[in-house]
């Protein structure tokens, strides 16, 4: 069975930011991250490499996250779980 595929682009600048398929893994009632990383194509995305720590108290507690921006205007997007524990590497 094929896969159903979304793109999506910047909402800022309509810079085309990447293409994945519809998997999620919901972290908390605001925030997902896809299921499958192989499924997922990045194009306008640039990972801004200012890490920081997961939120004491949160689902990504221990877990180190990196801000990701649009390449063309800079807009931030949102976070990247680039290390986290064992039992957290599905966010990964």
């Known amino acids: 069975m094929a896969q159903e ?3 999506y682009s910047c909402e800022s600048c309509n810079t085309h930011i990447c293409t994945y398929s519809n998997e999620w893994v919901e972290i908390s009632e605001t925030y997902s991250t896809y299921e499958n990383p192989q499924n997922y194509a ?3 995305l640039e990972r801004v490499k200012l890490d ?7 689902e990504l507690e221990r877990c180190t996250l990196r801000p990701l921006r649009c390449k063309r205007c800079q807009t ?17």
């Open 52 to 58: 920081r720590a997961g939120s004491k108290d949160s």
């Open 76 to 92: 931030g997007l949102g976070l990247l779980c680039v290390r986290a524990p064992e039992e957290k590497k599905r966010y990964q």
């Open 5 to 7: 595929l979304f793109s």
């Open 42 to 44: 990045e194009v306008g």
